[in-house]
């Protein structure tokens, strides 16, 4: 049997546009939060994973866990890079568990970052786009805003999603984002501003047919970071270490024209499947989720396809509050992408510091309460590579 894995420690660096520092700055920052959080004091880490997509492109550092390493100080720590585009973090994340459950190490840091408005949009743009399949999709001119336009058409034509649904996810996780210190958007919305008054179709422009300004995530650069450790000394540092409970990761067909239902998840659905079954829980125990919203439809889709409603139905979940902070279930209670921000190598993590900050009851005003357990789902590329995990309070 693998050994326990706890998190000890979690801390980020704000998103936002964070012209003030460098990505190495972010970094740092953020790795020095989570390493007080887990009141790690002297004690020698065993390993680093540094999560980023676009380093390299975006802001000429390679090589950025060495780099780190001797940042922070922590020589002769084990250190590695890892990228897997928007799931980067949670594939960091999957190699720290991994490590530790093994027994190659006992304290791993992982640190998932990006500074992602260092070039023009149109840039940004076509580097994101670098993901989609080279001879299907992007020699095609496919975007990933393009992409989810067209799931997001198909999801209205076969389950009757209207954009009120969409805009009442962009409502809530901006009205979530306001209680987050590090969002990037700090910005209250309302369904009429967006959706329902004359002044909507200004305030919320077409960006991608039928997507609009309000229901695509933020370029943002930021750092997420979190302390993970053997579950046997993991009291040595806090009295409420979080249990990884189950990890689960899958792929789909790169090419989303080619599935044979491209309205269908099938690496959430797999990679939840695997996580749940890993940690002997089903989707009705969770009491909250932080799910991939690059997109608003993204939101809908992931929450049926990881099993928290039926094919179809989400929408009218939303519809009906379920997924409210105050509601049965509540989604991204952080803001999501939609608000918190996206830098991409960062938001694996991030969403790992937000579990690890709700079932510790440290929150604040957007604590989900009785959290004892919850999930999480970092979805890469258009669902080509997906990450999920189950977290539970250890009681």
């Known amino acids: 049997m693998p050994r326990e894995v706890s998190i000890i420690g979690a801390g980020m660096a704000q998103f936002g546009n964070r012209t003030d520092k460098t990505l190495m700055g972010l970094f740092k920052e953020a790795a020095t939060r989570a ?27 390679t090589a950025t866990a060495s780099a780190l390493a ?39 840091l992982v640190v998932g970052g990006e500074k992602m408005r260092e070039v023009p949009g149109d840039r940004i743009t076509d580097l994101i786009a670098t993901m989609t399949h080279p001879t299907a999709e992007y020699i095609n001119g496919v975007t990933l805003p393009s992409l989810a336009a ?23 996780n901006h009205s979530n984002a306001l209680m987050n210190p590090y969002a ?25 047919d039928p997507l609009r300004l309000f229901d695509m995530c933020p370029v943002s650069d930021g750092a997420a970071a979190v302390v ?22 899958a792929t789909d067909i790169h090419a989303v024209a080619q599935r044979p ?9 797999n990679s939840s499947q695997q996580a749940f079954k890993m940690a002997r829980l089903t ?51 952080s803001g999501g992408l939609k608000a918190r921000g996206h830098p991409v190598g960062a938001t694996g993590v991030a969403q790992i510091a937000e579990l690890t900050w709700q079932l510790r009851g440290e929150a604040g005003e957007r604590q989900v ?9 970092n979805f890469g590329g258009f669902g080509n590579n997906v990450v999920s995990f189950v977290l539970r309070r250890d009681i």
Do not use: W
């Open 35 to 61: 390493i007080d959080h887990a009141n790690l004091g002297d004690t020698p880490i065993s390993s680093l994973y540094v999560s980023t997509m676009l380093a390299g492109e975006l802001t000429n550092q």
């Open 70 to 108: 001797d940042e922070l100080c922590i020589i002769p720590v084990a250190a590695d890079r890892v990228e897997n585009g928007p799931a980067s973090g949670g594939s960091a994340v999957k190699n720290a568990y991994l490590s530790i459950a093994a027994g190659f190490a006992d304290i791993v």
């Open 150 to 172: 067209m799931f997001t058409r198909l999801y209205m034509n076969k389950y009757g999603v209207e954009r009120k649904h969409l805009s009442m996810i962009a409502v809530k």
């Open 184 to 208: 990037h958007i700090h910005r209250k919305i309302t369904l009429e501003g967006i959706c329902t008054s004359p002044e909507a179709e200004v305030n919320n422009p077409i960006i991608a």
């Open 228 to 249: 993970l450790c053997a579950g046997d000394i993991a009291k040595k540092f806090t009295d409420k270490p979080v249990i990884v409970a189950g990890v689960g990761q």
């Open 261 to 269: 239902d491209p309205t269908a998840l099938n690496a959430v659905k």
């Open 283 to 333: 989707p009705k125990d969770m009491d909250f989720a932080e799910l991939h919203d690059a997109f608003t439809i993204l939101e809908i889709a992931e929450s049926e396809d990881a099993g928290f409603f039926e094919k179809g139905t989400a929408h009218k979940a939303v519809e009906q509050g379920v997924t409210l902070l105050g509601g049965k279930f509540p989604i991204n209670p």
């Open 369 to 377: 309460k009785g959290a004892k357990k919850a999930f999480s789902c």
